[in-house]
């Protein structure tokens, strides 16, 4: 009998839930074992029912709570445990942010062995809810059946709404998000029941077959709405006939855009994307700075808590009009055009090359002059002899991915000598192991916590290095 079988069922009466852990997990102890909860806060007490166990650890769910801790509040969304978007929601949102900024400190500091001269207060979010500018759903032929709903004879098994967490293949039907604003839902919502009228072919995504594959919705701040289609082949008059009964019914959204996506996977990248009415792009301001975003745009979802980061990058870079500043990893070159004007020279180092054309298109909207987009593996594109072409940086601002900086990356940074790195990152776990590699030449001035995703485990960070 495998130690799975063993143990599923298993009861573990009254938990302490002391902490937290990576991916939004709580934990407690059971005889000196770890046990990973989701779904608790801090000061729990429970009976959480085994699911999984490993030699040092276990997993397990909420039977039943005999003691709330004091951070526990009723969720909003009838979603919730259901959807891993807001894992966080049942706690409040004070509490959150504690339990972020514990996150960055104890990373850099226990993981990383970092002395960090000053922690600033993490930054909340302006809005805990409708704070995203874009949501994608998923369409299927055969949606995930609610608790309620088991047993009972189901008429209509098409949906429209967001994977369960981990489940390519399992999507439940959303009737209500407070991620965006909420004409959001009734745009979704709008969709479902047009496309039951017609009788429309929902993907199988096992198959691989079916007509309607997803559906993006996209607002920009001043209310322009933006609605893109991604269906699995090419049929003109389905099309048609669904967006022009969609038109009718939403005349508050301005473009409408359709993709055709035959392939096996949903990345749409390398997709051309179809004006099916209004305008291809909306425009979103930042200060002095224009962006043109498109169906296939990449924009910062938390635009009111991005302009926030974006500043605090501005203020520590305190350039004087004489610097070069590269930025590494530099996306559509949002934070190089926001500072370009305060250099004298910003490059920008990408590696999609959409990105980089986006950030191209960007500059010269801007009429920003000083900076130049260069598109390439930044572990092999940083090289000296791309710093004596391009000058050397007095200050360089690094936004990685997750996965953090190629260990070339680092040993480049280092040979460049900058006077100032500014380290912006969406994962302090390998934000402290990038910075411990730096930290012979470059001192951990400040660090500056960001709340961009609300309810969410994720935490933002940015760190001021010096050099030595």
Request: hydrophobic share 35%.
């Amino acid at each position: 009998m495998s130690s799975k079988t063993k143990v599923y069922g298993q009861i573990i009466e009254n938990l302490e839930i002391v902490d937290t852990a990576s991916e939004g997990v709580c934990i407690g102890y059971n005889e000196g074992k770890v046990i990973f909860v989701p779904f608790a806060v801090p000061g729990d007490v429970a009976d959480i029912m085994l699911v999984r166990s490993k030699k040092k650890y276990s997993e397990g769910f909420i039977r039943k709570i005999h003691k709330p801790g004091d951070s526990r509040i009723e969720p909003l969304c009838s979603h919730f445990t259901l959807c891993g978007g807001c894992r966080w929601q049942h706690m409040k949102y004070e509490s959150q942010l504690d339990l972020k900024q514990k996150h960055v400190t104890d990373n850099l500091e226990r993981l990383g062995n970092l002395s960090i001269e000053k922690v600033f207060p993490i930054v909340a979010s302006p809005n805990q809810f409708h704070y995203r500018n874009k949501l994608e759903f998923t369409f299927t032929d055969k949606r995930w059946l609610l608790e309620s709903e088991q047993g009972n004879q189901i008429q209509e098994l098409r949906g429209l709404g967001f994977h369960l967490p981990g489940r390519y293949d399992k999507i439940f039907n959303v009737t209500r998000c407070f991620l965006q604003h909420d004409y959001m839902n009734v745009i979704r919502n709008t969709a479902l029941k047009i496309a039951l009228e017609q009788n429309l072919s929902f993907y199988n995504r096992k198959s691989q077959e079916g007509f309607l594959r997803n559906l993006i919705i996209r607002n920009s701040s001043s209310g322009h709405w933006m609605v893109t289609l991604i269906v699995g082949y090419d049929d003109k008059k389905q099309i048609s006939d669904y967006l022009d009964a969609l038109k009718k019914e939403l005349s508050d959204v301005k473009s409408w855009i359709y993709i055709v996506n035959n392939k096996c996977n949903d990345s749409l990248n390398d997709l051309d994307f179809n004006v099916y009415c209004g305008d291809a792009t909306y425009t979103e301001t930042m200060e002095h700075l224009k962006f043109n975003v498109g169906p296939l745009s990449f924009y910062q979802v938390n635009v009111p808590q991005a302009y926030k980061m974006y500043s605090l990058v501005r203020q520590l870079a305190d350039l004087q009009k004489s610097e070069i500043v590269y930025d590494l990893y530099t996306g559509t070159g949002t934070i190089a055009l926001f500072i370009a004007p305060n250099a004298a020279k910003v490059v920008g180092i990408e590696y999609v090359p959409q990105a980089i054309e986006d950030a191209k298109e960007n500059a010269k909207n801007n009429n920003i002059s000083n900076a130049e987009f260069i598109c390439g593996d930044i572990a092999k594109t940083l090289t000296p002899e791309f710093m004596t072409k391009h000058g050397y940086p007095d200050v360089i601002i690094t936004d990685p991915p997750r996965s953090g900086m190629h260990n070339d990356v680092i040993t480049q940074i280092l040979n460049a000598k900058p006077e100032k790195v500014i380290y912006v990152s969406c994962n302090p776990a390998t934000q402290a192991r990038d910075i411990a590699l730096m930290q012979e030449q470059y001192r951990v001035a400040e660090i500056h916590p960001f709340d961009m995703f609300p309810h969410t485990h994720h935490v933002e960070n940015v760190a001021l290095l010096i050099r030595k």
